[in-house]
């Protein structure tokens, strides 16, 4: 039966919250709302004597602007969610307050990014999630695919020469089969609670009644130079001048509402088959300058796929002497994900070296009750030589693993503790600058070093429920805006241009990540689980869900989070908070204006040639504290986190 008011008693333990999260919220719905409603609630029919969940829209939808905004952390005792958004992460508090699992809270939340961070996800991309059922870890691949009729030549102009960047993205091209429903459908069969079609209340929700559009998303929007060639996209994201709606304005997406109605009663078929199916095809075999190569018998026949996540151990603390020794094993995704081997190479390599004794010093620039802390030139000139021998790696040897084998059969090989010994040995007090990829194995690789190129893009969400499962979900279209093609409400993502331009290196050789018909691109995505360590090495109780978007740096970013934590003692806010470092085998990257200059000019006498430039993270985590769950969300984006 549906009601006239629906009420939610705000969560304790909120006094950081803006005024949407922390006041109790009672909502009378007109009847026009009720119908809009009506669908999705007679959709959704739960089993009788489960738990019932009704979506309140907050009445104030403030967001964070861009920048840095300083954030406080969040402690919680019995469950938490951490999103990208303020409305994606109160509809994951919602589902949780109801009773939902972490995977019913990852669907909903996902739902309403698709909404209200358009830019970064949503239906029309694809997504990693790691998922912990209080038992065993779990990796659901929702990887876009290249079409069936691709080939390695995709992105090669007629002469042969890879095309610029930006001219493989914008248009059909780049649009890669998308993912995330139907692998979201299948983690839910295995572990939703609340009927699936209730999880897509909220963003039917706000896509009807609107939300206003926030600092962050006018911002991109007037920087976006591609997006308002798409006359949809243009009709929707700006006004009749051609200008970006105004920060406060309020945003409906009917078309998207009814997408999402369609998902909730039928299914992932309703996307993948069907009128929204053709609609999709359409839009990508007709675009006019740039067409791309899908049909909808690959939309129909993609398939989510469940792998083995990549985990192995790690000892932080001690010679840091920050904190007391502990033993972690960590659990990412494994190909055609790079972003957990290259994790454990960086942290593997650093802890054969000084660069693991290397303490964060006190940041001037910062002071306040809780002096913030800064990593030490010493520490970055190890670190960032480590990541130039695992990024060289990451660009010889990871593809999808259904077209690539891992070298020697395992891609454990690449984690060896005697293979990354040998790495380690090779640096020195100077910078090597660029690294060459190593030989885990006897046999020699088949395969060329794949160029560098950018990515993009990205959002992340943490969960852990009332019953300890947890979620850890990178999801994605790939760069800002996608391909730049809206149908009936949501983005196509571009998310074929994460395979190599070039398919081949100079003299012929293949390199692995080149387009194949059906073969996922290489992804940094990292979304990480992390649990103390028996002594017999197995897993033992969940100690943090993170991750992050940013393209190639997402690896850093997770990596920044994990090393400030565990290794370094802070909290998981004052983590991620941390100012951002990199390499991707090139320049050492540091965010601007959080280094002084006495250790810019260190690294440079060692040398390393510095860029100093805007490194945007948007780092989600949870962790775990003898009182529950302390969650942190990054201060250079509008997300935050919710919990009882």
């Not at 006190?362 to 990593?375: F, I, L």
């Not at 010994?421 to 190593?438: D, F, H, L, N, Q």
Request: net charge positive; with cysteine; charged share 20%.
């Amino acid at each position: 039966m549906l009601l006239s008011k629906i009420e939610r008693t705000a969560p304790v333990n909120r006094p950081h919250q803006p005024e949407m999260l922390t006041k109790p919220l009672r909502l009378r719905l007109s009847g026009r709302w009720l119908g809009v409603l009506a669908a999705a609630v007679l959709a959704a029919c739960g089993t009788p004597g489960g738990p019932q969940f009704s979506y309140t829209p907050p009445l104030a939808q403030p967001e964070g602007a861009s920048g840095f905004t300083e954030k406080p952390g969040w402690a919680t005792q019995r469950f938490a969610v951490a999103a990208a958004n303020p409305l994606a992460t109160d509809a994951g508090y919602q589902v949780l307050k109801a009773g939902g699992t972490a995977v019913d809270a990852a669907i909903a939340v996902q739902m309403v990014l698709t909404l209200v961070e358009p830019q970064s996800s949503g239906i029309g991309g694809g997504a990693f999630l790691l998922h912990f059922d209080g038992r065993a870890v779990q990796a659901w691949d929702g990887r876009e695919t290249a079409p069936a009729a691709s080939d390695e030549r995709l992105f090669l102009r007629p002469d042969g020469t890879p095309m610029p960047f930006i001219e493989g993205v914008v248009g059909g091209r780049s649009v890669g089969v998308p993912g995330t429903v139907r692998m979201l459908e299948a983690a839910h069969k295995a572990h939703g609670r609340l009927p699936w079609a209730r999880l897509f209340e909220p963003a039917i929700t706000l896509a009807t009644q609107g939300f206003r559009v926030s600092p962050r998303m006018n911002t991109l929007l007037a920087a976006e130079q591609h997006l308002r060639r798409d006359p949809v996209a243009a009709a929707y994201f700006y006004d009749a001048a051609g200008n970006p709606w105004p920060v406060g304005h309020v945003l409906k997406n009917p078309a998207l509402a009814q997408v999402l109605q369609r998902i909730a009663n039928e299914g992932s078929r309703a996307l993948h088959e069907g009128d929204i199916a053709q609609a999709i095809v359409d839009k990508v075999r007709n675009h006019p300058t740039n067409p791309g190569r899908m049909t909808l018998d690959d939309l129909r026949g993609y398939q989510p796929k469940q792998r083995q996540a990549l985990c192995h151990n790690w000892t932080a603390g001690l010679a840091a002497r920050t904190v007391a020794s502990r033993n972690y094993r960590l659990c990412g995704f494994p190909p055609p994900s790079s972003g957990a081997i290259a994790i454990g190479q960086i942290l593997g390599i650093l802890a054969l070296t000084e660069g693991q004794r290397a303490a964060p010093v006190a940041d001037p620039s910062r002071t306040g009750a809780t002096p913030s802390v800064v990593p030490s030139a010493d520490f970055l000139h190890f670190y960032t030589e480590a990541s130039r021998l695992a990024f060289a790696d990451r660009a010889q040897f990871v593809a999808d693993p259904d077209f690539v084998a891992a070298p020697g059969g395992d891609w454990m090989t690449l984690l060896n503790p005697a293979y990354l010994a040998e790495r380690a040995r090779t640096i020195t007090a100077t910078s090597m600058k660029v690294a060459r990829p190593g030989n885990p194995v006897a046999q020699r690789s088949a395969y060329a070093p794949m160029p560098d190129q950018p990515e993009y893009g990205t959002s992340h969400i943490s969960i852990v429920d009332a019953q300890g499962r947890a979620v850890a979900m990178t999801t994605t279209i790939e760069d800002g805006w996608g391909a730049r093609q809206m149908v009936r409400g949501f983005l196509l993502n571009n998310e074929l241009t994460d395979f190599s331009f070039a398919p081949r290196a100079a003299d012929g050789t293949p390199i692995a990540n080149r387009v194949e018909p059906g073969k996922r691109p290489r992804s940094s995505m990292s979304p990480t689980l992390v649990f103390e360590t028996r002594p017999d090495g197995s897993a033992g109780p969940l100690v943090m869900t993170g991750g992050s978007p940013g393209g190639a740096l997402i690896i850093h970013y997770t990596a920044k989070t994990l090393l400030g934590t565990l290794h370094w003692g802070l909290d998981t806010q004052r983590a991620i908070d941390l100012p951002n470092f990199a390499s991707t085998n090139g320049p050492t990257v540091l965010e601007e204006r959080r280094f002084t200059p006495a250790t810019v000019q260190a690294l440079i006498q060692r040398g390393h040639e510095v860029r100093e430039v805007n490194m945007t993270s948007g780092l989600q985590a949870i962790q775990r504290t003898a009182n529950g769950w302390f969650g942190g969300a990054d201060p250079r984006r509008e997300g935050v986190v919710m919990g009882d």
